[in-house]
């Protein structure tokens, strides 16, 4: 099966500018996240859908952050405006839904704001 | 409340001998146990899960996990450590009925000297 696509790999911005992230989950994974990972750290949960419906979005800064998923398919991230903490990687993960249903991650997406 | 604790930030081994990657936890209920790796620049991977099944869990790559209730503890381990298994680990726990509420621990490094 095809794993979890993210795109882009790497975004460099300038602080104050937008930047967007997409990711196109598993075939048939209802379950869609987004994480956040600083340096040296563990993945903090940004937002859970379950379709295309927001279920935890408890963490996700919403005065700059925001997120779809229109189609239950897959989603977009996006920061405006950024700031220079947003540096990190940002993850995208997808299951199929079922309690304790391992988690398919991408390859993530570096942000770096200058 | 549900806590996860990974009590090494790094472990240093030589190719060939044992690893152990040691974890702890703090649940209420049941909790469900995961191990996840991260290799350089790629997204997360799971290794392995524990969901009140069999106590020792055998993952990919020839690693297992012991769940010990009366430790709160479930330590990863190879008995041969690999080149290639140079990453960082993290530990999960997910507690039943949390609403599929994840908590990751803060990872530890493996890293492999030849």
């Known amino acids: 099966e095809a794993g979890v696509v993210q795109s882009p790999r790497y975004k460099i911005i300038e602080k104050k500018q937008p930047v967007a992230f997409w990711c196109n989950p598993i075939?048939?994974?209802?379950?869609l996240y987004w994480y956040r990972q600083n340096l040296g750290q563990g993945p903090e949960l940004l937002i859970r859908y379950e379709n295309e419906e927001a279920v935890d979005d408890s963490q996700l800064p919403k005065d700059r952050f925001s997120a779809e998923r229109l189609k239950g398919v897959d989603s977009t991230l996006k920061i405006q405006p950024a700031e220079l903490g947003d540096s990190a990687v940002y993850l995208c993960?997808?299951?199929?839904?079922?309690?304790?249903?391992?988690?398919?991650f991408g390859n993530g997406t570096r942000l770096t704001v200058t | 409340a549900q806590s996860v604790t990974q009590l090494d930030s790094h472990v240093s081994v030589s190719e060939g001998t044992p690893v152990l990657l040691r974890c702890n936890y703090s649940?209420?209920?049941?909790?469900?146990l995961f191990w996840y790796v991260q290799h350089p620049n790629k997204g997360l991977q799971l290794l392995l899960k524990?969901?009140?099944?069999a106590t020792l869990v055998k993952g990919i790559n020839g690693f297992e996990a012991e769940f010990k209730k009366s430790e709160t503890s479930f330590h990863l381990t190879k008995p041969s450590a690999h080149m290639s298994d140079a990453a960082e680990y993290f530990c999960?726990?997910?507690?039943?009925?949390?609403?599929?509420?994840?908590?990751w621990g803060a990872g530890t490094k493996l890293i492999i000297k030849p």
């Open positions: 999960v726990v997910s507690e039943l009925g949390s609403n599929y509420q994840l908590i």
């Open positions: 649940s209420s209920y049941s909790p469900s």
């Open positions: 993960a997808s299951s199929p839904g079922y309690e304790n249903s391992p988690l398919h």
């Open positions: 524990y969901t009140s099944a």
């Open positions: 075939s048939g994974h209802n379950t």
